[in-house]
């Protein structure tokens, strides 16, 4: 029994099935359950709406998805792993009942029983019985009864293609083997556990009928994934495997169009849509104009099905191929009669046919042998009767689009009912509304890929390759002007945005009528929304949502929404990834509407900012509320607001519950001590949120105790912003306390803070111990030189930190040469800001010093200081032996001719700096000579910034004079600089000659 069990399967799967690489489907996506667009949207469109991305967490590798887990679980019974049309579901099953014969996976299963939905379609009655002998014919009586004894797997695949949807509130209870039953019946009574109580049942199907299974029957759901750029390359690659060319043409084309690419994340789609396109280019001459290529859905199909009647039985282009040499009365009856079939087919949501459906619509099944139908139609065997299918859902609706196209134009009623009278409708203009109106009212959208067909038959390029074949010549000319009046009458409705209402702005797309988005576009690129967001103009945003590359990265809706609009496009803002509101006027009504959105499973936003809105302690709560159950959000951003402690403590609730969130900014919200101790509280709990923005809330010193407190315990915060909110000596002690015990915090920001000596020096002692903080900001506060000593004892002893701003304190020539001779022991700090601090020559030669013998620092900032000339020759002369300083700042230094000229001899042999900025100096002509002189053999600056100085039109050229030949400069300004509109552009060209990127500023 064995052998001829396990050559039944081989037989099941395909004596020679080609797997190919399938890494995608060995590892499935485990999901919670299915989401609204998954229940609610043609497949298309959750692709589409979704730009194929999901925020999942885990993944469950093939060989591990029957099995329990963990140690405290079960195997699942009941599985079901759903995919849009086209991704792989049936391929996947192949693929395991192929790798468990060979003994690679599901090793626990003695008996495997693949059946399809479709080879049940052929029965009204089974028993439980005939269903595992109809899977595995070859069972002997005793292997029968082993079946429930062992561990066996049942595999239904391709629910949605099932005759009979599952009703589990009206399900008949059977628990006889025996007993025939309707075959919807007998799944219900199986899922539910009455029959086969002990057997495994693997599920797959298209997520919209997987939503007829209740989901606590259900005890673990999976979702196949779609190709990433790789597969996708790889996929085209091994399509034009002879034809590497081809191939790179095919995805460059397509990665320019982001709607097509996003789609070809679909195996079957990414097929048909390179070969399109590979059709056309094969086809075309060397002078190939890029806009004949194929960019839109219909073009895609129009070009596809061109190469299909262009072929012959071996699916090869005939040389010199004519549409009319094929185009013979027999085969047009029989496309007609195909997309009769495919047409009302749809309506019913009937995906697989049999023999009387072909008699019934006028198939002759004695042709069916001919390449066109083999291409078009697929033959499926079963025990009983063949059935027939479309290769793919999208041909039957291209199908069903050309067949209402040609009999719109003569039909007297409504296409829609089949058989029986309806009210006339007369002209190819009133079925066309009557079309577009059953789709707007289809609440899942199945009609929405046939109407954007039904649009695209109007576009002139899908007339010219299909025309006199499906179309005639020029015929939609007298169509095309009239068709857009009724798409843009119907988008002018002031309604919600929803998919229905996106999807014509995409039939808009597919007749070549792209106004619209294309001006919204321009004022998306322009941040010029405001005042032209009208009802029209709503949908095309949310298109452009979808695929504008202006949005792929950040949606820019920041000033130009009011609660209205917002409330209008609420439904479509679930997929954008990082969506900006800022400065829209938003109140806390709003917040409810978002808060709704981000509750929402659906929800893919991953960052948000809402700053600079009018969002209160209400508004906040709302969101609060949301943020116990989303899942996708990692940054909120509600910098100047008004949440108040009310508010704080809410998001603080959240925060103990959500695990999700990694960055949260509450800058400017007057969340005070009380807001500051609630989240203080959460940070005990919450060890997922790394990023905390509290400055300008009043936080204060027992604010500031708190957080220290909460620091002491929790691991997952690494940057804590507390820069104005009045922590004084008392906070920055507490804190200090906080660092000693705490080592993963990475950046504290104390600015503004009104530090002194005593609070530096606590925070010194606990930097000597501390091994995790890499930046510390103390910028703007009273640090004087004492303080300054302070910080060079803990440079000496801690090897950790990397960046230190102690920009605008008081530390004076005596702090600032403690600092650098403690730079000459310390070899980890990178970036030092000592600009406003009072620091004169003696500083700048201590600096000096310590960069001959330091070899870490690659960033020092002394700009707003009194250095001239005498330090920056100190400064120069380290250059010459340093090897790391990559980034100097001296803006307004006062340094003279002499200081540029020591300057530019250094950087005739330094190659490490890679920034100069000399903003602000009173350097003239002789430095501007000896700057040019060390950028003639200087090739390490990137950026120069001589700004605000004397160096005239001479000096101007000198410089342009050096860079005449080639330079590695990317940035360079010379404004202010005296040297006149006359030679700015002369300049500025010269410096451009040899590198035509570098952006000049003169």
């Known amino acids: 029994m064995v052998p001829k069990y396990m050559e039944t399967l081989q037989t099941w799967c395909g004596a020679s099935m080609d797997l190919g690489p399938l890494e995608r489907l060995t590892n499935l996506l485990l999901v919670e359950g299915l989401t609204d667009i998954q229940q609610k949207q043609h497949d298309f469109v959750q692709i589409e709406a979704t730009q194929g991305a999901r925020h999942i967490s885990k993944k469950i590798p093939l060989e591990k998805l029957f099995q329990p887990l963990s140690k405290f679980s079960i195997p699942p019974r009941i599985l079901v792993t759903v995919g849009i049309a086209g991704i792989g579901k049936s391929t996947l099953v192949k693929l395991f009942v192929h790798t468990w014969a060979k003994g690679e996976v599901g ?59 599952l009703d589990f509130s009206d399900t008949i209870v059977c628990t006889d083997l025996q007993k025939e039953i309707q075959v919807d019946y007998l799944i219900t009574n199986i899922i539910r556990g009455h029959l086969l109580r002990e057997v495994c049942v693997w599920i797959t199907s298209r997520p919209m009928a997987a939503s007829q ?5 259900v005890d673990r759901m999976t979702e196949i994934q779609g190709f990433g750029d790789a597969e996708i390359k790889d996929f085209l690659d091994r399509l034009f495997v002879d034809n590497q060319n081809l191939s790179d043409g095919v995805r460059e084309h397509l990665k320019t169009n982001k709607s097509l690419y996003t789609l070809c994340a679909v195996p079957s789609f990414c097929c048909i849509c390179g070969s399109s396109v590979g059709y056309v280019l094969k086809s075309a001459d060397c002078s190939l104009d890029a806009s004949v290529l194929p960019k839109t859905l219909s073009e895609i199909y129009s070009y596809y099905f061109k190469m299909v009647l262009c072929s012959d039985g071996q699916g090869k282009q ?28 749809l309506i019913k949501r009937k995906y697989v046919f049999c023999e009387q459906d072909m008699k019934t619509y006028g198939i002759d099944l004695s042709s069916l042998h001919i390449s066109l139908c083999n291409r078009l139609l697929l033959k499926e065997e079963t025990p009983l009767p063949s059935v027939y299918y479309f290769p793919h859902l999208t041909f039957q609706e291209f199908l069903a689009a050309t ?20 009210w006339p409708k007369l002209g190819f203009l009133n079925h066309f509304k009557n079309a577009i109106q059953r789709s707007l009212q289809s609440e899942d959208g199945h009609l929405d890929v046939f109407v954007r067909f039904l649009a695209g038959l109007l576009s002139p390029q899908v007339n010219k390759a299909l025309s006199d074949w499906l179309l005639v010549r020029d015929e939609h000319q007298g169509y095309r002007s009239q068709v857009v009046g009724v798409l843009q009458s119907l988008l002018a409705v002031d309604q919600a945005v929803s998919c229905r209402t996106v999807n014509l702005v995409r039939c808009l797309h597919e007749i070549q009528q792209v106004e619209i ?31 504008s590359e202006i949005c792929s990265k950040e949606a820019n809706l920041s000033s130009c929404l009011n609660y209205h609009t917002f409330q209008s496009l609420l439904s479509q803002l679930l997929y954008c990834s990082n969506l900006r509101l800022e400065n829209n006027q938003f109140k806390d009504s709003a917040m409810d509407l978002l808060g709704s959105v981000l509750s929402g499973k659906d929800c893919q936003i991953q960052k948000i900012s809402l700053a600079e809105n009018q969002i209160g302690n209400k508004g906040t709560k709302a969101l609060a509320r949301s943020l116990m159950v989303n899942r996708s959000l990692l940054a909120l951003d509600l910098r100047s607001n008004s949440i108040g402690p009310q508010g704080a403590k809410a998001l603080a609730d959240s925060l103990k519950i959500n695990q999700y969130l990694l960055s949260l900014n509450l800058q400017n919200n007057a969340v005070k001590e009380d807001g500051t101790k609630a989240l203080a509280e959460a940070l005990v709990h919450n060890h997922t949120l790394m990023t905390l923005h509290l400055q300008k809330n009043c936080v204060g010193p027992q604010g500031s105790k708190k957080l220290a407190e909460a620091l002491k315990k929790n691991w997952g915060l690494k940057e804590l912003i507390l820069s104005s909110n009045c922590v004084g000596d008392a906070g920055t002690a507490a804190l200090a306390e906080g660092l000693t015990v705490n080592h993963t915090l990475l950046t504290l920001d104390l600015q503004s803070n009104s530090v002194s000596d005593v609070g530096v020096t606590a925070l010194t002692r606990a930097l000597c111990s501390n091994r995790g903080l890499i930046s510390l900001n103390l910028r703007e506060n009273s640090i004087s030189k004492e303080g300054a000593c302070e910080i060079a004892r803990a440079l000496r002893a801690n090897g950790t930190l990397r960046n230190l701003d102690l920009a605008a304190n008081l530390l004076h020539d005596e702090g600032a040469q403690a600092v650098a001779l403690a730079l000459k022991e310390n070899q980890a700090l990178a970036s030092l800001h000592l600009q406003w601090n009072f620091l004169q020559s003696k500083a700048a030669k201590a600096l000096g010093h310590a960069l001959q013998c330091n070899r870490s620092l690659s960033a020092l900032d002394l700009q707003e200081n009194a250095i001239g000339d005498e330090g920056l020759t100190a400064l120069a002369s380290a250059l010459k032996v340093n090897s790391t300083l990559s980034s100097l700042y001296l803006q307004a230094a006062m340094v003279g001719e002499s200081g540029a000229r020591a300057l530019a001899e250094a950087l005739a042999t330094n190659q490490s700096l890679t920034t100069l900025d000399l903003r602000g100096n009173a350097i003239g002509l002789a430095g501007a000579k000896a700057m040019a002189n060390a950028l003639k053999v200087n090739r390490a600056l990137r950026r120069v910034n001589l700004q605000e100085n004397s160096l005239g039109m001479d000096g101007g050229i000198c410089i342009a004079t050096a860079l005449s030949g080639s330079h590695g400069l990317a940035y360079i300004n010379l404004q202010g600089n005296q040297i006149g509109e006359s030679g700015a552009k002369v300049i500025a060209d010269t410096i451009r000659a040899n590198a035509p990127e570098c952006i000049v500023e003169i």
């Open 107 to 165: 090793k626990d299963f003695e008996f495997v029983l693949p059946l399809t939905f479709r080879e049940l379609n052929a029965y009204d009655k089974l028993s439980a019985e005939r269903l595992i002998r109809l899977a595995a014919p070859h069972l002997t009586e005793s292997s029968f009864l082993s079946v429930g004894a062992s561990r066996t797997l049942l595999i239904l695949d391709g629910l949605d293609e099932f005759k009979t949807p």
């Open 517 to 547: 988005a294309t001006h919204l576009e321009e004022a998306l690129k322009n941040e010029s929304l405001a005042g032209k967001l009208t009802p029209a103009n709503r949908s095309a945003l949310a298109y452009l949502l979808q695929t």
């Open 318 to 345: 005939k040389e010199a191929p004519r549409i009319g040499q094929v185009a013979n009365n027999n085969s047009k009856k029989m496309m007609n009669c195909l997309g009769r079939l495919a047409f009302y087919s």
């Open 403 to 422: 067949y209402y196209y040609t009999s719109a134009k003569r039909a007297l009623f409504d296409l829609f009912v089949e058989s029986g009278m309806s």
């Open 213 to 217: 299974i209740p989901g606590g029957l």
